[in-house]
Nanobody
Framework: QVQLVESGGGLVQAGGSLRLSCVAS???????????LAWYRQAPGKQRELVAR???????NYADSVKGRFTISRHNGENTVYLQMNSLNPEDTGVYYC??????????????WGQGTQVTVSS
């Protein structure tokens, strides 16, 4: 069983910063592959949207709305992905979800989601 555990959400004033973390843990085995790690968010009444993604080779993609403000990074040795969020504004409010596509030593390539962490930006 694979789990994605997010942390780092909270309440922050506009212009502030937060750093989200997500750790992939569980029965990954000794040989596993992580294709990508990503962050999505869902604001109240809106669809879930991609915020940022980092591939196995380090290639990154960002939503236009966060370019220049957010930075995604990964620590391969710890199976961890981070999202540094700067210059936050109220439109960044939502539940942030960690997402990955990985293959454990014993199973097929599978998509996994974390439970989500709330980010609230006050004006």
């Amino acid at each position: 069983q694979v789990q994605l555990v997010e942390s780092g959400g909270g309440l922050v004033q506009a212009g502030g910063s937060l750093r989200l973390s997500c750790v992939a843990s569980g029965d990954l085995g000794n040989t596993f592959t992580i294709n990508y790690l990503a962050w999505y968010r869902q604001a109240p009444g809106k669809q879930r949207e991609l915020v940022a993604r980092i591939g196995s080779g380090g290639t990154t993609n960002y939503a236009d709305s966060v370019k220049g403000r957010f930075t995604i990074s990964r620590h391969n040795g710890e199976n961890t992905v981070y999202l540094q969020m700067n210059s936050l504004n109220p439109e960044d409010t939502g539940v942030y979800y960690c997402n990955t596509e990985l293959q454990t030593q014993w199973g097929p390539l599978t998509n996994y989601w974390g439970q989500g962490t709330q980010v609230t930006v006050s004006s």
